[in-house]
Each structure stands twice: as C-alpha cells, then as structure tokens.
Nanobody, 121 residues
Framework: QVQLVESGGGLVQAGGSLRLSCVAS????????MGWYRQAPGNQRELVAH???????NYADSVRGRFTISRDNAKNTVYLQMNSLKPEDTAVYYC???????????????WGQGTQVTVSS
C-alpha cells in the first residue's frame, strides 16, 4: 500500500518560513510527478506547486517567487520551501503524487493526509 506522509506544518508569523516534506513509501516502481495543493476554509483545493521527474516545475501565481518545490528522487520525497509567508497562505497543505506501483502497472494518483499551515499577522 502506497502512503504519502506530510510533515513540517505549524504556526508561524507573517514573513517567516516553513519547509514542508512529503515522503512516499510502499510499493513504488517510479514517481513521475509530485506536488502540493492547499485548501483554506471555505475555499476549493488549489494547486500550489508541481514538479515533474527531471526539471520541470510550475507554481500558482500567488506563491511564485516565495515558494520553491524540490525533489529527492532517491528518498521518494518532495519538499516545499515557503518563504515570506502571508496570512493568506493559511491552509491545509496536501501532497500528491503520480506513480507506478510496478513496471507492469500504469500510473496511479495518491494523496497525503494533509498538514496544517497557519500564518499569523
């Protein structure tokens, strides 16, 4: 069974920084892409950042220039470095991954359980 486990969330003052981590474990042959979404109360879940195997990344306009997504492929881990945090960044942050369980399987999509990020003024 594949699991995605996030960590690193918490409470921080505006202007501060946090680094989120997400580790994928279980039956994994390869991971083609990993990313971060967030959902604030009353809002729909939105894409924050996405990274594809190799070098390609994309970011939501609201976080571009402040957040950086990266991967450690050997550890099946994706990170989200969040700098210059704003109260508007407060949300539950979810890790996601597109991966193949084995050489003989196609890709499947998985979600983590989420981690709370709260930014105070």
């Amino acid at each position: 069974q594949v699991q995605l486990v996030e960590s690193g969330g918490g409470l921080v003052q505006a202007g501060g920084s946090l680094r989120l981590s997400c580790v994928a474990s279980g039956r994994i042959f390869s991971i083609s892409a990993m990313g971060w979404y967030r959902q604030a109360p009353g809002n729909q879940r939105e894409l924050v950042a996405h990274i594809i195997q190799g070098y390609s990344t994309n970011y939501a306009d609201s976080v571009r220039g402040r957040f950086t997504i990266s991967r450690d492929n050997a550890k099946n881990t994706v990170y989200l470095q969040m700098n210059s945090l704003k109260p508007e960044d407060t949300a539950v942050y979810y890790c996601d991954a597109d991966l193949r369980p084995s050489r003989n399987h196609g890709q499947f999509h998985y979600w983590g359980q989420g981690t709370q990020v709260t930014v105070s003024s």
